[in-house]
């Protein structure tokens, strides 16, 4: 599936958030799957680096970082908006 079938796909079926495209759902798949560290940012101790799909799911309460722990995870929320896509056949 392209990005842009997946967003027309989405969008029909109600589930289309904004930036979040096919690139932030493969993220959250692997969220899901396993916790994934944090990278930090070689100028500060503890400023979180990571690929701009996990700041849209942040923003969207799909997933979550773990400062203590260092990873980030898929909350329930974002579990649930996988399933919702699994049970559309989007992933």
Do not use: W
């Amino acid at each position: 599936m392209t990005p842009s079938q997946f967003n027309k796909a989405a969008r029909s079926a109600g589930l289309l958030l904004p930036r979040v495209g096919l690139l932030a759902v493969n993220t959250l798949k692997n969220l899901c799957a396993a916790q994934v560290e944090m990278i930090t940012a070689p100028s500060s101790d503890r400023r979180a680096c990571a690929p701009a799909s996990v700041g849209t799911l942040i923003r969207h309460g799909l997933a979550t970082l773990d400062r203590e722990k260092g990873v980030y995870h898929a909350t329930a929320e974002g579990q649930e908006y996988l399933r919702k896509l699994k049970a559309e056949g989007l992933v």
